[in-house]
């Protein structure tokens, strides 16, 4: 058997599924129903981002199966730099905008 036969089942794909809905409605219900302070809110969002993304990567993605888990590794710190440089340069323009106007 070759590793692209080793997929999950039905069960992790639609556990995945509804664990992603779950943390994509309890951001928008916090910011709709403002609950929370604009620091305390941002925080909130990131972290439940964060979680979200371990989600995808175990239950879609497959990260820890395979032959070769130490790619799979490298891998994962490479896109985590480049998130933490894309959410941090975006909130560092927001915040410098929101000082200009």
Do not use: C, D
Not at 65 to 80: D, F, I, T
Not at 86 to 97: E, H, K, P, Q, R
């Amino acid at each position: 058997m070759n590793g692209h036969e080793n997929h999950g089942s039905s069960k992790t794909y639609i556990m995945g599924f509804l664990f992603s809905i779950i943390l994509t409605i309890i951001p928008l219900w916090l910011v709709i129903q403002h609950v929370m302070s604009k620091s305390m809110l941002t925080v909130s969002i990131l972290l439940i981002a964060l979680l979200q993304l371990i989600i995808q990567f175990f239950f879609f993605m497959h990260i820890r199966e395979g032959e070769k888990p130490r790619y799979h590794v490298m891998a994962l710190v490479l896109g985590a730099v480049m998130v933490f440089t894309i959410v941090a340069g975006s909130i560092w323009i927001m915040t410098f905008n929101s000082q200009v106007h």
